[in-house]
């Protein structure tokens, strides 16, 4: 049985203020196809299909619209809901929805049914198990010892009441521990969400999300990464979509079909006038990419992120990489001997690691004369 693992949709997310709903339209689409290349028997949702448990009216309407395309192609669809989502909206119409092959995960209650399908090695049962916090879990297993995320995941797991000689696929979202992340996932300071691998007891396949880049965290447990890039730490990476094959017990395959967005993520560096000049960007797409400049100069440019944009349209972020950024001093007491002029000269130092100018210090001292005549 072949299956396409996706998650992290994030749909209605806003990076660095920029709307990503055109991205994420183009992006589907180069996810359908994909799927009609493929031809899978079953395509997976893996949480997070909202960046907001209350989604926008667009990011609704874009959901729909790629479900009811998946619908058409005559395919199961299992779509369970991750930590930005609202459980209660993803399992709504759920049950209407099972009959078009479309199944929502309902909000969790203890126990998980399993979905059947059937190909020509026999039966595949699909557990859909959406984001789960100790709490949830305890609620429904009070006399189970529940003290973290591993605890409630294997609590949850084992109620499960897995036939181990069938082939099993779980669904989950969760952040395994050793996963390697990203800046765009939100996960807990000091990892208190963690998840251990061995919770997820002996299914042929984990398809997992929350975790942004695709990886796996063992042969048979994978996360399949966000379809597009959501920071700048991602800059580097090669999306894709995941198609994992079941074939008897015991075989599985697993390959990535890059995906190529509507507009990469780039960052840059080096000075304005560098990076202002023609020959720099004319044959590049930065035009239109989402950028990260950083810029070399020791002076700041008066409007810099205005000026750049004339050329670099969807310039995101703007930093700065000079000896005043670099350095790392710590600007103590300051003695009451010096005088005024040497006190501001210090403090200028400190702050931009290096000297005035003659300039600059005749300004200053200009400054400091006028000053003084008001007293």
Request: aromatic share 10%.
């Amino acid at each position: 049985m072949k299956i396409v693992h996706l998650s992290d949709l994030h749909l209605g997310k806003r990076v660095n203020e920029f709307s990503m709903l055109e991205d994420q339209t183009y992006i589907l689409t180069k996810i359908i196809n994909v799927i009609d290349e493929e031809k899978p028997e079953a395509v997976i949702i893996a949480g997070d299909v909202y960046d907001k448990s209350v989604p926008s009216a667009e990011a609704v309407q874009l959901f729909d619209d790629f479900l009811v395309r998946l619908a058409k192609r005559r395919l199961s669809v299992f779509v369970i809901s991750g930590n930005h989502d609202s459980p209660e909206r993803i399992a709504f119409g759920g049950r209407l929805m099972n009959a078009s092959g479309i199944y929502m995960s309902p909000v969790y209650c203890g126990t998980v049914e399993p979905v059947t399908l059937r190909d020509s090695h026999g039966e595949v049962n699909f557990y859909l198990l959406p984001f789960i916090k100790p709490a949830h879990a305890r609620r429904f297993f009070p006399d189970e010892e529940i003290s973290g995320y591993t605890d409630a995941v294997r609590v949850a797991v084992e109620n499960m009441r897995i036939d181990d000689g069938a082939r099993n696929v779980l669904i989950t979202h969760q952040f395994v521990t050793g996963a390697q992340r990203s800046d765009s996932e939100e996960v807990s300071v000091g990892g208190s969400d963690n998840v251990d691998v061995a919770a997820f007891g002996n299914f042929d396949y984990v398809a997992l999300g929350h975790i942004h880049r695709p990886q796996n965290v063992k042969p048979n447990v994978r996360y399949c990464g966000t379809p597009l890039k959501y920071s700048f730490s991602e800059a580097g990476d090669e999306k894709s979509l995941t198609v994992a094959e079941l074939g008897k017990k015991g075989d599985l395959k697993i390959k990535c079909v890059p995906l190529s967005p509507l507009r990469e993520m780039v960052e840059i560096k080096g000075s304005y006038s560098e990076l202002t000049l023609k020959s720099f960007y004319e044959n590049t797409t930065y035009a239109t990419d989402y950028m990260h400049i950083t810029l070399t100069d020791e002076d700041d440019i008066p409007d810099a992120i205005a000026k750049l944009r004339i050329i670099y349209k969807n310039l995101m972020k703007l930093d700065y990489d000079n000896t005043r950024t670099r350095s790392s001093t710590e600007i103590g007491c300051a003695s009451v001997e010096k005088s005024p002029f040497e006190l501001f000269s210090d403090f200028f130092e400190l702050q931009n690691n290096q000297p005035m100018t003659e300039e600059q210090c005749a300004y200053i001292r200009t400054v400091i004369e006028k000053a003084e005549e008001q007293l």
